[in-house]
T-cell receptor, first 116, second 114 residues
Framework: GAVVSQHPSWVICKSGTSVKIECRSL??????MFWYRQFPKQSLMLMAT?????????EQGVEKDKFLINHASLTLSTLTVTSAHPEDSSFYIC????????????FGPGTRLTVT | GENVEQHPSTLSVQEGDSAVIKCTYS??????FPWYKQELGKGPQLIID?????GEKKDQRIAVTLNKTAKHFSLHITETQPEDSAVYFC?????????????FGGGTRVLVKP
């Protein structure tokens, strides 16, 4: 149990285009999901907290108009990187909190984004 | 906000030996301390966690200790095996009072030599 999936697992896009990443909790409901960014050989940096049915809460320094988050259901959150630039290339990881059972956060496998 | 420091950044051990990773945190209100293992190209996987009302927790070859007074917690891996090679992250959280957000340490790259 407690599986979180991400799609796609990797994506290459051109500068100026937008790309959407999906995060799904497969066997539990998640009122809260989190989006992280991880650069090579670095730690995870929280970008935003995604709350089902309400606006996301962004961490300081994260541009909300560039990283659009939508949490439309209890099992799905999406992160859209708009007008992507090479510096947006990174490993994006989501996590979902099982609010009914364990209250723990479970992480997805990550999405590697490369902007050319 | 919370700040989590993790040491060492790299750790090389011989198979069968023990590995210890230490973390310190700054926010005395933090009450949940998970440890994650991340393999190359994958997301972090929870391996063990401890809450502030407990001083030690063990799960087979893995144990975690917490010293609330000193604000530090440690991960102990005994009888290390090559498959333990990965990057390990500690984290701290204040729980629901802070939106259940996790603050991560910088990570420790563990290499278990056969």
């Amino acid at each position: 149990g407690a599986v979180v999936s991400q799609h796609p697992s990797w994506v290459i896009c051109k500068s100026g285009t937008s790309v959407k990443i999906e995060c799904r909790s497969l066997d539990f409901q998640a009122t809260t999901m989190f989006w992280y960014r991880q650069f090579p050989k670095q730690s995870l940096m929280l970008m935003a907290t995604s709350n089902e049915g309400s606006k996301a809460t962004y961490e300081q320094g994260v541009e909300k108009d560039k990283f659009l988050i939508n949490h439309a259901s209890l099992t799905l959150s999406t992160l859209t990187v708009t007008s992507a630039h090479p510096e947006d290339s990174s490993f994006y990881i989501c996590s979902a909190r099982d609010w009914e059972r364990t209250h723990e956060q479970y992480f997805g496998p990550g999405t590697r984004l490369t902007v050319t | 906000g919370e700040n989590v420091e993790q040491h060492p950044s790299t750790l090389s051990v011989q198979e069968g030996d023990s590995a210890v990773i230490k973390c310190t945190y700054s926010d005395s209100a933090s009450n949940y301390f998970p440890w994650y293992k991340q393999e190359l190209g994958k997301g972090p996987q929870l391996i063990i966690d401890i809450r502030s009302n407990v001083g030690e927790k063990k799960d087979q070859r893995i144990a975690v200790t917490l010293n609330k007074t000193a604000k530090h917690f440690s991960l102990h891996i005994t009888e290390t095996q090559p498959e333990d090679s990965a990057v390990y992250f500690c984290a701290a959280s204040r729980g629901s009072s802070a939106g259940n957000k996790l603050t991560f340490g910088g990570g420790t790259r563990v290499l278990v030599k056969p």
